[in-house]
């Protein structure tokens, strides 16, 4: 499915759907990151991130189709978020599931966001509009006015996943 006008869609493969919608990135995860992920997912960004005066990114991840991370992929997060770190602005995790488990996986991100030492601000949510609410007064050239357009932008990633 082709994204609407206004995303520019960088990465499209069976676990990851990576786009670009102003100053925002977003990254649609259907099932746990790889390595090899993390790594196309740095190298289709570089080129924005490197011209970037600043961005948010948001995270959104069905944890229903997700496992753990192996060692390899830990080791590319960490690198990813390096990379980003010096112009990003902020980051809302999305974990979409309910329950138990929704909320044990939402905990434990929280806590790693906490122990990660990263300069921006990062938050765990449950739904994108909560996350898109908070997000979008911290991403340049969204704003609050910005939030609903932003949220329709995030969620047509669904589709294209």
Request: hydrophobic content about 50%.
């Amino acid at each position: 499915m082709t994204p609407p006008p206004g995303i520019e869609l960088l990465v499209e493969s069976a676990t990851l759907t990576l786009g670009l919608y102003r100053s925002l990135v977003i990254a649609r995860w259907v099932a746990a990151p790889s390595a090899e992920a993390m790594r196309t997912m740095r190298l289709a960004l570089t080129p924005f991130v490197e011209r970037s005066h600043g961005f948010s990114a948001i995270n959104v991840v069905d944890i229903r189709n997700v496992g753990t991370l192996a060692d390899d992929a830990r080791t590319e997060v960490a690198k990813t978020q390096r990379f980003f770190e010096v112009k990003q602005r902020a980051l809302a995790n999305v974990i979409l599931g309910r329950g138990f488990w929704g909320a044990t996986i939402r905990g434990v991100t929280a806590s790693l966001a906490v122990l990660s030492g990263v300069r921006f601000p990062q938050r765990v949510f449950d739904d994108v509009e909560p996350a898109m609410g908070w997000l979008g007064p911290l991403t340049p050239d969204i704003g609050e006015a910005g939030v609903e357009r932003a949220i329709v932008m995030v969620k047509s990633l669904d589709r294209v996943a």
